[in-house]
């Protein structure tokens, strides 16, 4: 169908919405975002004419070209109607007063403040009651574990591990069968192995003590480190694996020198096709997800936190809010969140037997490559089905989510105490901390610093270096915010429903 014609259909599909909305747009009022750089002129996209033929509102878009840039044209009183930052700056800027306190106005709109999940409500207001922004509040969504070659594992018999003693097996397996590299990867934390010895996040709560606390302290953090310098030892992973880079792994994988990795849903297109040119043209992907401890449990880990906040600037008139927020009402619109998402249904996507859409190729790519770059706020009861067609513009990528995360969903996640924290040690030291621990265990993996001998001195050092003062401003917050504590380890997954799953 072509673009004109499409244009056409929605014209007639939506007179009505515009009966809804356009009673609220004023004809000659325009809206300007201000937003983080993108890879095209939002303005000039398709989806922005069917928004403004579907709503009635005008908008125009600004961008920003890094967080400096951002600081100074808030800290300069910027001109715009709502400004878009990711959660790190606006837990930066919001305490300078960059943002408008709009509960007052939010009051006159259920249909924002009932689309967006309360978790995310939570993250935007503070101990008086004022709200600071409009939240986007991540699914719980398992993005990867290690993913392995179907095909190989399909020619020797080789099964899923779930337990540490049967990951171990495979890699043997793997190595004197098959002659190539079992595992390879980048970082020195692999997420489906450190599951096996109780590792999940960097900071945990300890029951005992009711205190965060670093995974250092975790007894399964050396039991992990002196696991995976055996598998180095024994060459059972990658000899390159200090000094691999993304590059190196993909290049392994991609040639068929490796059978196995971390991945994700995204990851696994391009080694497809790369090993499909090569002759290997049974080769796809399956995932392997994260080991049970000696327990019994799988620690899941899933990101589903605020990941930005759209900000009415401080400097915004108090008459120009209602008309600002009734903008953002018709993007939380159902109809009009699918609009944006997944375009036309019958023209960009169909739905299977199960509701769930599919994507029509290349229509829907050609127009709705950008599409979620207009959304402001998340829909929390549309937003995840929604969302399915565009993790399906491959087949390749979406078996890749639909495999991990229909195994994942099933003994459910493990939800992030700190996943809607904000403290000063939190952004002072957390990169540094976690580089430092990265690469110490490195040197572990490697042997060329010894577990027992260094993991003393260590420590010290990382206390030293601010990880004292993390974990006592951590434990802090944990007491000073029980909900924003108990929103954060409250996770499951919204496709449950889907893969067939109670939710509890």
């Not at 095209?40 to 005008?58: H, P, Q, R």
């Not at 689309?115 to 207001?125: E, F, P, R």
């Not at 934390?189 to 606390?213: R, W």
């Amino acid at each position: 169908m072509s673009k004109r014609l499409v244009s056409l259909v929605l014209v007639l599909i939506m007179a009505l919405s515009m009966a809804v909305f356009g009673a609220h747009a004023e004809e000659d009022r325009v809206i300007t975002i201000l937003l983080g750089a993108q890879a095209v002129d939002l303005n000039d996209n398709i989806v922005a004419s069917w928004l403004e033929e579907k709503t009635g509102f005008k908008v125009h878009y600004e961008y920003y070209a890094n967080n400096e840039a951002l600081t100074l044209a808030v800290a300069n009183g910027t001109n715009a109607d709502l400004v878009f930052m990711n959660a790190a700056m606006y837990q930066t800027l919001q305490p300078k007063g960059a943002a408008k306190d709009i509960s007052s106005f939010l009051a006159d709109f259920p249909e924002i403040t009932e689309k967006i999940h309360a978790n995310g409500w939570k993250y935007v207001t503070d101990e008086n009651g004022a709200i600071w922004g409009i939240p986007s509040v991540d699914d719980a969504v398992y993005t990867g574990g290690t993913v392995y070659r179907t095909d190989i594992f399909e020619e020797y018999g080789f099964e899923e591990p779930a337990t540490v003693e049967e990951f171990y097996q495979l890699l043997k397996d793997i190595k004197e069968k098959t002659g190539l590299i079992p595992l390879t990867g980048t970082e020195a934390v692999q997420p489906v192995i450190a599951s096996g010895f109780g590792i999940a996040y960097n900071m945990f709560l300890d029951k005992e003590t009711d205190t965060m606390k670093s995974y250092l302290r975790n007894p399964g953090m050396k039991e992990y480190l002196a696991f995976m310098h055996q598998l180095y030892e024994e060459e059972l992973i990658d000899p390159d694996w200090p000094v691999n880079k993304s590059d190196n792994v993909n290049e392994k994988i991609s040639s068929n020198k490796a059978v196995m990795t971390m991945g994700y849903h995204w990851s696994t297109l391009n080694w497809v096709n790369a090993l499909v040119e090569s002759g290997f043209e049974k080769a796809y992907f399956k995932t392997i997800i994260p080991l049970r401890d000696s327990e019994g449990v799988r620690h899941t880990t899933v990101s589903n936190a605020v990941s930005n906040v759209y900000i009415v600037p401080a400097t915004a008139k108090d008459e120009d809010v209602p008309y600002i927020l009734s903008m953002v009402a018709s993007r939380l619109d159902d109809e009009t969140y699918w609009l944006f998402n997944d375009g036309i249904e019958g023209t960009h996507y169909t739905k299977n037997e199960e509701g769930i859409p599919e994507p029509i190729m290349p229509i829907f790519g050609e127009d709705l490559m950008y599409g979620d770059k207009f959304q402001i706020g998340r829909n929390q009861f549309v937003h995840p089905f929604s969302w399915m067609a565009r993790v399906h513009k491959t087949q390749v990528q979406y078996d890749t989510f639909f495999d991990a995360n229909s195994k994942a969903a099933k003994d459910g996640f493990e939800g992030n105490v700190l996943a809607f924290a904000s403290f000063p040690a939190q952004s002072e030291y957390s990169a540094a901390l976690t580089t430092l621990c990265n690469d110490y265990f490195m040197t572990i993996i490697a042997g060329t610093e010894s577990l027992e001998d260094s993991w003393d001195e260590f420590v010290a050092e990382w206390e030293a270096s601010g990880g004292l003062e993390l974990e006592e401003q951590a434990t802090e917050w944990y007491h000073n915010n029980p909900d924003l504590a108990a929103a954060g380890q409250s996770s499951y997954s919204p496709y449950a429903s889907v893969f067939g799953y109670e939710i509890h």
